[in-house]
């Protein structure tokens, strides 16, 4: 049996305990649910499978993440909307990114002939605990930091492998692994556009270690010259600069940063995020939140903000003059990754901690291993331990905060009480889960909250200002005729709340109120689609059917060329007016349009169906009820409807096999009873019709339907006696003499032998 070196022993102990404790810590994350942008995300049509995915023209964009969403698509194949494959994956790519951190240090040594193998362990083991992380591993829609951060570290490994080849490797064995680093490259920025950073930081990692050994003379006196490190870190900074933040280049926000902030404002605010949020964090990992609730200040208010560029620098200064290569490299690291995001590129969100995966993992990990190899062995061991443990248990709590969309914003909402965010998204939660009374608590929280929220986090007192300051970012005029009375009509984010609570509002029956926070709605963004609708539907229980139909059709005038899938609500619920307002051939369009916009609008296939069946139409109505019942064949109303356009087309024995289907589904129901005891008279079968009518009887004593249709039965069994009772019941409840002549007729028809069936 052959003998395996200790090295290789060593490596392999780490790369299983590596994977063992990542395991263990999040093993509890892989029951959590799709939250917050993961839902729309994940439901996209493009991402449904892979074939999807390339049919899509836009998905070969690198600035659309083509690798991050193909693989969505590839757990969409695999197990279409099952959560469980998306935290999988998630936890594999965070272990693989905990290896490459091991492997890639360890590489980093070798070359430097230091085989120790406790230094890469430890910044391994305390990347992979760290509760910082919990967002970017756990959050589905995190997967950007989580892959990016992959294929970096691992272009950064295949890198260093260009360096422990022989003089005399192969040509081509040199160019494939040349072409794995552009590769690399290309699958890192096509996944975020945090990687166009790594062409510098493959430089900064081949001089800081590298160049060491190759130039020793060079590299020794750049070390030790201060004016040369201060030119160097000013290089960097333009570099990023211009690789960056050129505005027609590579990279423009997609969000209302730039106008909310500014990028000299918004680079002097994330010098207080830096300090005083992600440094904070990753020492005192306590208090962790989806939604961090950062506010906006600037340096003439808030003197933090010069405190904090102290601090930075002081630590700049601090690393330059330890003169530890390996704390000078994580330095550089953390503040070079950390740019895209964290620089002159303003993001609606001042921090958010997912940001933070990139730069811990070489910078601020490194960093600390490097901390903890300079205390005595023992100590060492006795840190390392209870920073691992403490730090691990940690993260397996906050795992829990994930678990649920309604515990992870109860959560936010519980640390961050005024901000409009938490308290939307657990109001919506609570609307999902049909707890109305919490979510309109909840919702009149958020829309209550925003005042101070823009007052605060945006720092902006009118609508003026903001505008003011979008002029002087921009260069470009504005109307003053046109300015809006609140700066909120120009946060798109903040007409939400607005919306979902008028929504709340709207199904609790409290019509006025819901009619007023959709005009708000529709106040702070005009045209909104969604609210037009919603606005429509309160006229509709109003009984104002002529304002409804009229909100409804000015609408869908207005946006006759655009794409919004909501018109297809708007068509639905249009065509639903029509029809009580007897327009059916209006309603037929209507629903035929809604179709064709979304073919998967299973009420406007069964109101289609309904509307053929009322106008005898039945071929169509079965055609029309029929593709209802591919997309859900379990709708109720649409299974008895197809049976009732049966029983019109006298296709008795399938009319009732449709009404026993809709009762597997529906359970005992006296209406479907009745409907196959009348089948089963059609078809002169009295025993069956008998048993079906008087369970439907059973069911529902007082309808009249079952006891005329019964006593029939009865008769043509020849029990007119029986069939004499069914007639008396029915006749006490008719309300008109009408109806009672017919019912006295068919009792006269009982006492003549010659009407009673054999």
Known sequence: MPVIPSRLKNILGCVTLLILISMLTYFNSLKGSFQFDDVPLLKSHWLVNTDAFFDHPRSGQIGNRPVLYWTFALNNQLAQHQVFGFHLLNLTLHIGVTLLIFFTIWRTRYLQNEHKWGFPLSAALLFALHPLNTDAVTYISSRSSLLATFFYLLTLYIFLNLFCLNKSTQLLKRGVISFLVLLGMYLCVATKLIGATLPLILFV????????????????????????NISLISAIAITVGTLLFKDSWIYIPLDQGFELFGRIPYLMIQLKVIVFYYLKLFCFPFNLNVD???????????????????????????TLKWKNIW?????????ITLAPTSSFIPLNDLAVEHRMYLPMSLGLSLISAVGITTFPALWRLRLLVVLLVSLGITTTTRNADWVSELSLWKDSAKKNPY???????LGKTY?????????????????????????????????????????????????????????????????EPHFNLASVYLDQ????????????????????????IGLSSVYNKKGLYDQATKTLELMIE?????????????????GELYGKTRKIENAITEWKTAIKIDPSLLPAHFNLGTAYMMQDKLQLAENALKLCLELNNHYEPAL???????????????????????????????????????????QSDWENAQKFLEKSASLQPNNLNTRITLAETFANLGQVKKAREHLEAALEMLPNSNQKEAIDKMMLGLTDPENVAP
């Open 419 to 425: 901000s409009p965010r938490s308290h939307n998204n």
């Open 327 to 335: 704390v000078i490299a994580g330095t550089l690291w953390f503040f």
């Open 431 to 495: 609307y999902e889960k049909g707890n109305l009374s919490l979510a309109a608590h909840h919702l009149e929280k958020s829309v209550a909250n925003i005042p101070r929220f823009i007052d605060t986090q945006y720092n902006i007192k009118s609508a003026e200002e903001f505008l003011q300051r979008r002029e002087k970012i921009t260069g470009h005029t504005y109307d003053k005729n046109l300015i809006p009375s609140k700066p909120t009509e120009l946060l798109a984010e903040l007409v």
């Open 509 to 532: 029956g409290r019509l006025d109120n819901a009619e007023h926070e959709y005009q708000k709605t529709l106040a702070l963004r005009p045209g909104h689609i969604s609210s037009q």
């Open 205 to 228: 990692w081949y001089w800081s270690f590298i160049g060491r050994k190759q130039f020793p003379e060079i590299h020794q006196k750049t070390l030790n010259n201060k004016s040369f």
């Open 292 to 318: 961090s609730g950062f506010s906006f200040s600037s340096p003439t208010t808030d003197l933090t903000i010069i405190f904090s560029g102290l601090i930075i620098l002081a630590i700049v200064l601090a």
């Open 640 to 682: 008895f409807n197809l049976a009732k356009v049966y029983q019109k087309q006298e296709r008795w024995i399938e009319s009732t096999q449709q009404f026993k289907a809709f009762l597997e589904v529906a359970g005992p129901r006296p209406s479907a009873y009745t409907q196959i005891g009348f089948n089963f008279n059609r």
């Open 558 to 574: 207005e946006n006759r060329s655009s794409a919004d899938p909501n018109l297809a609500l708007a068509r639905l619920n249009l």
